[in-house]
């Protein structure tokens, strides 16, 4: 029953996280044909790119969270948790690259208006 249950939730967060990474995407999508439509181009495409930016790191969190839960909670063998890290250390180069991307300065960089 424990394992059933950390197998649902792995798969929950799953479908969560892919949830998260569409309806983000969507939203700034429509939000930016609408700032396009209203001819409101200043600023527009960089705000686009933050915006899906940030909601793909959000999802990249989540689907990272339900890796580990299912791979580990569930079948901790040596292969499992081999490709656990492949899949973390992939999904953590994506998510450092973004966050780069999107602040415009490495991570142990004071930001500049602070």
Known sequence: ??????????T???????LVIVGGTII?????CGRVARRQE???????????GRTLLLGLELLVAADIIKTVAI???FQSVGVLA??????TF???SLQVELEGRWPWHKPLDG
Request: positive net charge; without cysteine.
């Open 75 to 77: 079948a901790p063998t």
């Open 42 to 52: 200043a600023g527009t495409y960089p705000a686009y790119r933050r915006a899906v």
């Open 94 to 96: 994506l998510s450092f």
């Open 86 to 91: 492949a899949v973390v250390l992939v999904r």
């Open 28 to 32: 700034a999508s429509v939000v930016f």
């Open 1 to 10: 029953m424990v394992k059933q249950f950390i197998e649902m939730a792995g």
């Open 12 to 18: 929950l967060l799953d479908l969560f996280g892919v």
